[in-house]
């Protein structure tokens, strides 16, 4: 079944694939960069920012001579920050040592894991090993109508077999896998299986159960956390906070201070929510008007925000106080 399949993809990739950035001029260096960025972030957020990302960091070498707040700043509102902070890390490594010729070189990179080093080598080194994501598995076990419930081992297993039929188009494989999860064989009940190049040997097709598949555990639970988000403005300027130990290390806050009462105006209340993939904060956000710079924070204009501080997306509902 997986034999057949392999043709069917590649023929329907040449005609169909996405005209996206990442596909041109690409290098190893430029690939790696590419798959860092889409680690959890969608092609569409992606594009532009690897477009910006390359013509400020054009190689290795320029990333690497680069600083951790510089590289932070550009990262700025694409999330998962310790993907920042790795690359700039790889890039250190690869700028001294050139890029690795092997999957396991490619793997021992920071921010490297098996998903990421697998499409490195196939799409950028033509080596023949697959790249397993969720929406992988997704295609693969509608391909199959596959029953068994979705584990970790699961993916090594689909790669496995994927190694097994791997032709010698490395690039046009992996990308082709990608691409009919992302634009053809989608979750949440709209697989578009008309326009499928498997639509005549998909098993869950074939079964009209398309959405039965892949079967999941259940939902893991995430945390919730209240927090107070305390935008204390004195005159052009609003107090940050720099986070210390553990989520979004390193980038700026507006103050947490538990709620307690604070001298001054307070000017608008507010209620927000972030979600991340282990936590949720529930915000309750206040812009309080205060006589005094006062406290342990670094005090900065709306201009100086939008140009040095780095903030998370997850503060953008109070981002309109900030003038
Ligand atoms: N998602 C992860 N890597 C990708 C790639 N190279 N092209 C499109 N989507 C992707």
New binding site residues.
């Given amino acids: 079944m997986l034999k057949a399949a392999v043709p069917l993809l590649l023929e329907w990739y040449r005609i169909h694939k996405r005209d ?1 950035p ?2 041109k001029d690409r290098t190893p260096y430029t690939a790696f960069v ?2 860092l960025m ?1 680690q959890q972030t969608r ?1 569409e957020a992606v594009k532009e920012r690897y477009v910006r990302f390359l013509a400020r960091f054009p190689s290795a070498e320029a990333l690497a001579a680069a600083s951790e707040d510089e590289v932070l700043k550009e990262w700025e509102g694409l999330g998962y920050y310790s993907r920042a902070r790795n690359l700039h890390a790889a890039a250190k490594i690869i700028a001294r040592e050139g890029f690795p010729h092997t999957f396991e070189g490619v793997r021992a990179l920071p921010g490297a894991g098996d998903y990421t080093a697998g ?1 490195v080598s196939s ?1 950028a080194l033509g080596l023949p090993v697959p790249a397993v ?1 969720g929406n992988v598995v997704r295609v693969l076990s509608r391909l199959t109508a596959d029953e068994a419930v979705q584990t970790p081992q699961k993916r090594g297993e689909y790669a496995e077999a994927l190694s097994l039929v791997f032709p010698p188009e490395t690039a046009d494989f992996t ?1 082709g896998l ?2 009919l999860g ?1 634009i053809v064989c989608l979750p949440n009940g709209a697989p578009l299986c008309g326009e499928c190049p498997w639509r005549e040997i998909c098993r869950a097709h074939l079964l009209g159960k398309e959405e039965n598949f892949p079967v999941r555990t259940e939902k893991r639970e995430r945390r919730i956390e209240e927090r107070d988000v305390c935008v204390l403005k004195c005159g052009k300027k609003y107090a940050l906070n720099r986070r210390g130990k553990g989520l979004l290390r390193g980038l700026w806050e507006f103050p947490d201070l538990g709620g307690v009462p604070v001298a001054g105006k307070t000017l608008a209340v507010k209620r927000a929510k972030h979600v991340f993939t282990h936590v949720e904060w529930h915000m309750t956000g206040r812009l309080v008007e205060t006589e005094t710079e006062f406290g342990d924070f670094t005090w900065a204009t709306a201009e100086e925000i939008g140009k040095k501080y780095a903030l998370p997306s997850a503060f953008k509902a109070f981002m309109e106080w900030i003038v």
Avoid: F, G, N
Wanted: proline share 0%; no cysteine.
């Fill in positions: 996206l990442w596909r590419a798959e889409l092609v499409a799409i994501d990308e990608m691409e992302a």
